[in-house]
């Protein structure tokens, strides 16, 4: 009688130095056995808390040409692809007035928020979307886009890095910010739509946010299959209670006046068109010490967390 396949492995998984039982062939050449030990003990670099200036001045910079700025962490994540997150990849887009700039991410989803300047974004099925400052956008399409700027522009742009282990349906416009009250003008993109800060509904929330959605992803209340976009507030003199989540954060600052955060008690401050990033578990809190609203747009990798039902949300 045949020996079973556990008589015949059993001695090679014990004695990893043992003659293996039979011949090696294409398929058990690329077979490899590891104890359970080696599927906790994986080390990888942490996500740091960052805040990318330089690449905000260079966006910004009146001198800069058309094209994309980079947020990229990939040597400190030691990962060998462009990323901002191990999951997200985020950019400013510059683009001269007059002048176009194509794209052809391969993602599944893109998002943007209009920093400054207005113009178009065709799509490769002919569509045209108009945009212009304080805007902000949802393509899910992962086409060819012309961006065309009308005027001088600077757009921040958000995808997923890696394959998207979230799938649904596609979004559509995510929203608008940070004047959430203008009305749309004529002829503006039928998918977005204005909304308002919400008051406070006590200390059980986190922050006062609008989370941006969209019909298509109704039912899970994210953005996108794996990304969730939040315009939050925080009213002159207020802290928001210090909290942790799984999902990283990486924040658009769209106005402030002395803010800052304080992560794992290191305090970060607050500039203007700069995006920052908040580690995954890390407990933090940002603050307003200043006299004006501030603003800001968050984009987190939550619709990952969601779906594996792992957000992991906690007060500090």
């Not at 400013?92 to 002048?99: H, S, V």
């Not at 799984?246 to 924040?251: D, G, I, R, S, W």
Request: with cysteine; proline share 8%.
């Amino acid at each position: 009688m045949a020996k079973t396949l556990d008589e015949l492995e059993l001695r090679t998984l014990i004695d990893p130095n043992a003659t293996p039982p039979r011949a090696a062939v294409a398929f058990t050449d690329n077979a490899r056995y590891l104890t359970s030990l080696d599927g906790f003990n994986i080390k990888r670099p942490a996500v740091p808390a960052h805040s990318f200036r330089a690449e905000r001045d260079r966006a910004l910079a009146p001198g800069t040409p058309t094209g994309l700025v980079p947020l990229d962490l990939s040597h400190t994540l030691g990962l060998g692809y462009p990323a901002t997150t191990p999951f997200i990849l985020s950019r400013y887009a510059r683009i001269r007035a007059g002048e176009t700039l194509d794209t052809a991410f391969r993602a599944s989803t893109e998002l943007y928020h209009v920093i400054r300047g207005s113009g178009t974004t065709r799509i490769g099925n002919g569509e045209t979307l108009h945009w212009e400052a304080a805007d902000t956008f949802c393509l899910a399409r992962g086409e060819t886009l012309r961006h065309a700027a009308a005027e001088d522009a600077v757009l921040w742009v958000k995808h997923q890095r890696a394959p998207a282990p979230v799938r649904g349906p596609p979004a559509a416009g995510a929203g608008r910010g940070p004047d959430p009250a203008r009305p749309l003008p004529d002829g503006r993109d039928p998918a977005a739509a204005p909304v308002r800060l919400p008051g406070s509904r006590g200390a059980a929330m986190a922050g006062k946010s609008v989370n941006l959605g969209n019909v298509a992803m109704e039912s899970s209340r994210t953005t996108t299959p794996s990304f969730t976009l939040a315009l939050n507030s925080l009213l002159p003199g207020e802290s928001q209670r210090g909290h942790r989540h799984n999902a990283v954060a990486v924040t658009l600052v769209l106005a402030s006046e002395r803010c800052y955060s304080l992560i794992d008690g290191e305090r970060a401050e607050w500039e203007p068109n700069t995006v920052m990033i908040t580690p995954p578990a890390a407990f933090h809190s940002h603050h307003n010490e200043g006299t004006e609203l501030a603003l800001f747009l968050i984009v987190q990798d939550g619709g990952v967390y969601y779906h594996c039902r792992t957000m992991g949300f906690s007060y500090e």
